[in-house]
């Protein structure tokens, strides 16, 4: 990346970028494809090189957010769950009858547990620590991370947005830099081949 | 689908059909998102239904109705009650999805129409 902002520097500040956003390097987009490749002084085959590294960078990072992504949405029903299992026992608190539970002891063997009337409940919070909790407070604390989550998620979904406009971007300039490659090599040949023409002549 | 260019066509690119083309690119994830949610939701209400029949038929008076991850004993008008709610959230987010994937068909049409008058044979836009 380092390398890549080197050869990015001597161009002039174009307000039609973000130059990063969280650690993710914004594209640069191209207006005129000779101006470009004057100003960074790189030949067609180095500023494709450039390009394409930049391209994978950016498959690389959007694998990890991918990831994250994946783990977020995983956990958010979670905490739903458990948030119902509260609810469930704070509602059943004022009848005064148990709450009888078929559950899971290892792989297909269920037991039955009879859940009396209490106050309190025990959250894994991770890292091998469990901590009980008030039926409120353990409402709150898992509407809180439930939020925290949430948000999360929406950052996280922001950022895979920003890097697939630069992944756009730069797949589009690779393409317009290949085809005035293509559109120069045609301009050569035909004034070579006219100029041949006229030498024989 | 990349935007790809057959070579001939000289056709400068700006910085407003950059940012069309961006935003067909974002318009396009998010359909693919919807399709899957809309698949899930759907999945989901399939099997409330399936779980309403069930309850009709079943003659016991208590259910086990899963919490969380354990099967609680909840008596049988209750769980009824509860899949009831269920079948209207499901629904409900249903209809949110479907709305939101018709406006999202309906502005990648509009982009597609944009790009493909400037740009011609120049960009693909269609799913490989």
């Known amino acids: 990346m380092a390398a890549a902002a080197a050869a990015s520097s001597s161009s002039t500040a174009s307000p039609k970028t973000t130059t990063e956003r969280r650690g993710i390097p914004g594209a640069e987009f191209v207006e005129d494809v000779e101006i470009y490749l004057s100003q960074t002084g790189l030949d067609v085959n180095s500023a494709l090189a450039f390009l394409q590294e930049r391209l994978q960078q950016y498959k690389l990072v959007e694998m990890k957010l991918l990831a994250q992504q994946r783990d977020l949405q995983a956990k958010i029903p979670d905490i739903e769950k458990c948030l119902d299992v509260v609810a469930t026992l704070q509602a059943k608190k004022g009848t005064g009858e148990a709450l009888i539970a078929d559950f899971e002891v290892s792989e297909g063997i269920y037991s039955r547990a009879r859940i009396e009337d209490n106050d309190s409940v025990c959250l894994w919070l991770g890292a091998n620590v469990m901590l009980e909790y008030s039926c409120e407070e353990a409402?709150?604390?898992l509407r809180k991370n439930l939020e925290n989550a949430k948000a999360s998620l929406e950052v996280l979904i922001a950022d895979l947005q920003f890097l697939r406009d630069q992944v756009t971007i730069t797949q589009v300039t690779i393409a317009r830099v290949y085809n005035w490659d293509v559109h120069q090599r045609r301009i050569r040949q035909t004034s070579t081949s006219s100029t041949a023409k006229d030498s024989i002549t | 689908m990349i935007p790809k260019g057959t070579g001939a066509s000289e056709t400068d690119v700006t910085w407003e059909d950059q940012q069309n083309i961006n935003k067909f690119g974002r318009l396009n994830n998010r359909f693919h998102e919807?399709?899957?949610e809309i698949k899930f939701v759907k999945e989901t209400i399939d099997n409330l239904e399936d779980a309403s029949n069930e309850l009709i038929l079943t003659d016991e008076d208590v259910v086990r109705f899963q919490i969380g991850e354990v099967f609680a004993h909840v008596p049988?008008?209750?769980?009824?009650t509860r899949i009831e709610e269920m079948k209207e959230v499901s629904s409900k987010n249903l209809e949110k999805f479907e709305?939101?994937?018709?406006?999202?068909?309906a502005q990648m049409g509009e982009l597609k129409k944009v790009l493909y008058g400037k740009f011609k044979d120049s960009i693909n836009l269609e799913e490989d």
């Open chain 2, 34 to 36: 919807l399709e899957d």
């Open chain 2, 76 to 80: 049988k008008e209750e769980v009824e």
């Open chain 1, 139 to 141: 409402t709150s604390l």
């Open chain 2, 99 to 105: 709305e939101e994937k018709e406006s999202v068909v």
